[in-house]
């Protein structure tokens, strides 16, 4: 069966890093594109970022732009999200996600989430 | 961009009928049939229930359609039950996406 795990959230101070991982199991990673999408506390579903199947394109919603880098390792099925120079604004619990059906507009399998909390 | 524009909340007595709508401009909604619908249970990850406007995938009830008209998408749950009590979320776009801002579902 199709799995996706996220791991990698904790607490960081302001301006610090982080780095969450996605990995995959169960279907031909290689194939499928890859979304973040993340909820901060209480609030609804905000779209991050996304990797095409075979990471030639990437794309970020603006309030991330050059602070956070998507990647992928295919040959280890895995996502990764590098999120640098963290503000409190982007505490959230963050899911990696499949993306399926035409322009990975749909998605189809999630994982459970990692927390990432940033504060001093 | 901003968040695609859902009601707060919807409610429906069990067995009735309920619509969710979802509006967004010709950028999102209306540029693509590429409409999702997703239910979030409380601490839990969403689930797809409606995808490209109104497919519905493998084990979701077919109580749940999704439709659009323009640059307003709307989902429809029938015959409401009370496991619908959930929040609803829209999403639209192609490669990149933009969500709405959820509904929530009672079922009174």
């Known amino acids: 069966q199709v799995q996706l795990v996220e791991s990698g959230g904790g607490v960081v101070q302001p301006g610090r890093s982080l780095r969450l991982s996605c990995v995959a199991s169960g279907y031909n990673f290689g194939s499928y594109a890859v979304h973040w999408v993340r909820q901060g506390p209480g609030k609804g579903l905000e779209w991050v970022t996304i990797i095409w199947y075979d990471g030639s394109n990437k794309y970020y919603t603006d309030s991330v732009k050059g602070r956070f880098t998507i990647s992928r390792d295919n040959s280890k099925n895995t996502v990764y999200l590098q999120m640098n120079f963290l503000r409190a604004e982007d505490t959230a619990v963050y899911y990696c996600?499949?993306?399926?059906?035409?322009?990975?507009?749909?998605?189809?399998?999630w994982g459970q989430g990692t927390l990432v909390t940033v504060s001093s | 961009q901003s968040a695609l524009t859902q009601p707060r909340s919807v409610s429906g007595s069990p067995g009735q009928s309920v619509t969710i709508s979802c509006t967004g401009t010709s950028s999102d909604v209306g540029g693509y049939n590429y409409v999702s619908w997703y239910q979030q249970h409380p601490g839990k990850a969403p689930k797809v229930m409606i995808h490209d406007v109104s497919k519905r995938p493998s084990g979701v009830p077919d109580r749940f359609s999704g439709s659009k008209s323009g640059n307003t998408a709307s989902l429809t749950i029938t015959g409401l039950q009370a496991e619908d009590e959930a929040d609803y979320y829209c999403c639209a776009g192609s490669y990149t996406l933009i969500f709405g801002g959820g509904t929530k579902l009672t079922v009174l």
């Open positions: 996600a499949r993306g399926a059906s035409t322009a990975a507009s749909t998605l189809d399998y």
